[in-house]
T-cell receptor, first 109, second 115 residues
Framework: GQNIDQPTEMTATEGAIVQINCTYQ??????LFWYQQHAGEAPTFLSY??LDGLEEKGRFSSFLSRSKGYSYLLLKELQMKDSASYLC??????????WGAGTKLIIKP | ETGVTQTPRHLVMGMTNKKSLKCEQH?????MYWYKQSAKKPLELMFV???????ENNSVPSRFSPECPNSSHLFLHLHTLQPEDSALYLC??????????????FGPGTRLTVL
């Protein structure tokens, strides 16, 4: 079966750095997405990786290793507003998105 | 972000009621999706419409009935729901086609409670 694994919950301190991991086993691979979802709001697109390596976008970076079936989202200089759930999703060989259950990130002052 | 709108935002209904959820996208996309989001579970894809044609129906019970009158509007008609159908229902849209990253953009969702 197809599976996306990410930690259920993480806690970090304001101003610090946090890395949220995502591992996947899917039938084929056509890209990996990270979304941010604040409580009661829509998931919003953060990043897309299809090639191995690091994609940097401001305070957020996303890394992909296709050979390891692994990605991480790196958040730097954490702010209280970064408290949210972070969803990892992989597009499989049928171009269907397979979703992880999300990682709830709690930022403490 | 007002690219994808959904109404109502909250809905409480009894098991014998009939109601409809509405989604509208203002992004010029050609594909629209309905998802169900339950606490601590992955997003569950329910239906996909591509150029107004339904291309996915992931074994969704017949008490959920989608309608896509044009590429900008999507409805989910609900009838005789069960309490376990209580969840956040999310609509999304994307631009499908060669060379497109086809990122999905989501609406704010409808929080549905079935009594």
């Amino acid at each position: 079966g197809q599976n996306i694994d990410q930690p259920t919950e993480m806690t970090a301190t304001e101003g610090a750095i946090v890395q949220i991991n995502c591992t996947y086993q899917t039938s084929g691979f056509n890209g990996l997405f990270w979304y941010q979802q604040h409580a009661g709001e829509a998931p919003t697109f953060l990043s897309y990786n299809v090639l191995d390596g690091l994609e940097e976008k401001g305070r957020f970076s996303s890394f992909l290793s296709r050979s390891k079936g692994y990605s991480y989202l790196l958040l730097k200089e954490l702010q209280m507003k970064d408290s949210a759930s972070y969803l990892c999703a992989v597009k499989d060989s049928n171009y269907q998105l397979i979703w992880g259950a999300g990682t709830k990130l709690i930022i403490k002052p | 972000e007002t690219g994808v709108t959904q109404t109502p935002r909250h809905l409480v209904m009894g098991m014998t009621n009939k109601k409809s959820l509405k989604c509208e996208q203002h992004l010029g996309h050609n594909a629209m999706y309905w998802y169900k989001q339950s606490a601590k579970k992955p997003l569950e894809l329910m239906f996909v419409y591509n150029f107004k044609e339904q291309t996915e129906n992931n074994s969704v019970p017949s008490r959920f009935s989608p309608e896509c009158p044009n590429s900008s509007h999507l409805f989910l008609h609900l009838h005789t729901l069960q309490p376990e159908d209580s969840a956040l229902y999310l609509c999304a849209s994307s631009q499908e086609g060669q060379g497109e990253v086809d990122t999905q953009y989501f609406g704010p969702g409808t929080r549905l409670t079935v009594l």
